[in-house]
C-alpha cells in the first residue's frame, strides 16, 4: 500500500500541474439522497476527470528514470487523455489505442493533446492487447491502465477530500480497473481510518463484483454498459487485493440507475457527468435507507460525455 508520505509527494505533482479540486455540499442532493453528501468534483480538472493525476505522476517519475522514445496505452478515453497531457508535459511522444466505436469527443480530445490515436479492437480488452503488440513491434515504452505510480497520483483527489470535508462515514467510488478506489483506499488508511470505502461497478460490467465475492479475479466474457469508464472484463489482480484488503463493499448498479444518477446531478446541482461519474450516486441512491442522515462521500470521476449520449439521457427523464 502507498504511504501518506508518497501520496502528498505525488500530489506536488499533480499541483504543480493544476489546482486541488473542489469538494461540495449540495442541499438539493441532500434532500434526494437524504444524508449530507459531499462531492468530489474531479469533473473540474483540466481533462474533466480524475485519470488526469495519475498520467501526471507516471510519466513524471518516467521521463526522470527512463524517458523512452515514446508510450502506447490502451483505454476508452479517460485514461488516454492522462497519458497524452502527462507525456506532452514530459516531452514524450504517446500512443493511445481505443477500441472501435469509441467515444467521438473523447477521441478528438485525445487528439487535440498531442496524441496518436490508433482504433483497433471491440472493447478495451482487445484495444488492450493491440496497444501490448504496438509496443513490442515500435519499440515503444507500454503504460498499463493499473500501476502504482497512478495510483499514487489519483490518491491525490482522495487526499484532498479526507482533508477538506469533515469525517465521512463513506465514499463511494466507481471501479474501472481499480485505481481509483485502490488510491481512495490508501488516502483513507492514511487519514480517516473509520470511513467505509464502498465499489461501484455496473450490472453490465461485473467482473469486480464476481471477483469480490469470490475472492480472486473472476473474469467475464463481454461487458454491456453504457459507462464506458467500468467497462472492463479483467480485473487486475493486483487491484483486487487491495479492494479485498480494503473496501467495505461493491454495489452494482444498472445502466437506469446510472442513468437516472446523471439526470439527478444536473437538476441538482448543473454538473454535466459520464456514466461512471454518476455510479457513486447511483449506489447511494440504491442504498438510500442504509444511509440516511449520515455523512458520505461521492466521487463525481469525470463529465465526459458525448452530446447525443448525454441529450438522450436527459430526454429520457
Known amino acids: 500500500m502507498l504511504t501518506l508520505p508518497e501520496i502528498e509527494d505525488a500530489a506536488r505533482v499533480v499541483h504543480a500541474a493544476m489546482p486541488p479540486t473542489p469538494q461540495y455540499t449540495w442541499p438539493l442532493l441532500a ?3 437524504g444524508c449530507e453528501t459531499w462531492v468530489k468534483h474531479e469533473n473540474h480538472t483540466p481533462i474533466g476527470a480524475f485519470k488526469v493525476r495519475g498520467g501526471l ?3 513524471d517519475r518516467l521521463a526522470r528514470t527512463a524517458k523512452p522514445a515514446g508510450v502506447v496505452s490502451a483505454t476508452r478515453g479517460n485514461h488516454g487523455q492522462s497519458i497524452a497531457v502527462g507525456a506532452a508535459r514530459a516531452g514524450i511522444a504517446a500512443t493511445i489505442v481505443v477500441p472501435h466505436g469509441n467515444s467521438v469527443e473523447k477521441n478528438a480530445a485525445m487528439r487535440a493533446f498531442g496524441a496518436e490515436l490508433v482504433e483497433e479492437g471491440h472493447d478495451f480488452d482487445a484495444a488492450r492487447a493491440a496497444a501490448e503488440r504496438l509496443a513490442r513491434e515500435r519499440g515503444l515504452h507500454m503504460v498499463p491502465s493499473f500501476h502504482r505510480d497512478l495510483v499514487a497520483g489519483v490518491a491525490s483527489y482522495a487526499l484532498e477530500l479526507f ?3 469533515p469525517p ?12 481509483g478506489i485502490c488510491g481512495t483506499i490508501a488516502a483513507r488508511d492514511a487519514l480517516s481510518p473509520g470511513t467505509r470505502v464502498v465499489g461501484v461497478v455496473s450490472t453490465g460490467a461485473p467482473a469486480y463484483a464476481l471477483s469480490f465475492a469470490a475472492g480472486k479475479v473472476v473474469a467475464t466474457n463481454s461487458v454491456d454498459t453504457m459507462a464506458d469508464g467500468m467497462a472492463v472484463r479483467g480485473p487486475d489482480a493486483e487491484a483486487l487485493a487491495i479492494i479485498l484488503k480494503g473496501a467495505d ?3 452494482s448498479v444498472s445502466d437506469a440507475e446510472i442513468e437516472a444518477a446523471m439526470r439527478a446531478y444536473f437538476e441538482d446541482t448543473h454538473q454535466v457527468t459520464e456514466g461512471a461519474g454518476a455510479a457513486a450516486l447511483a449506489a447511494l441512491m440504491q442504498e438510500r435507507e442504509r444511509l440516511a442522515g449520515r455523512r458520505v462521500g461521492l466521487v463525481l470521476s469525470g463529465g465526459n460525455i458525448d452530446r447525443p449520449v448525454y441529450r438522450r439521457v436527459l430526454a429520457e427523464g
Request: aromatic share 8%.
Open 163 to 165: 482533508r477538506a470535508a
Open 249 to 251: 463493499r461493491i454495489v
Open 168 to 179: 465521512l462515514d463513506t465514499v463511494y467510488v466507481p471501479i474501472g480497473l481499480g485505481s
Open 57 to 59: 505522476v507516471y510519466m
Open 31 to 33: 434532500r434526494r439522497t
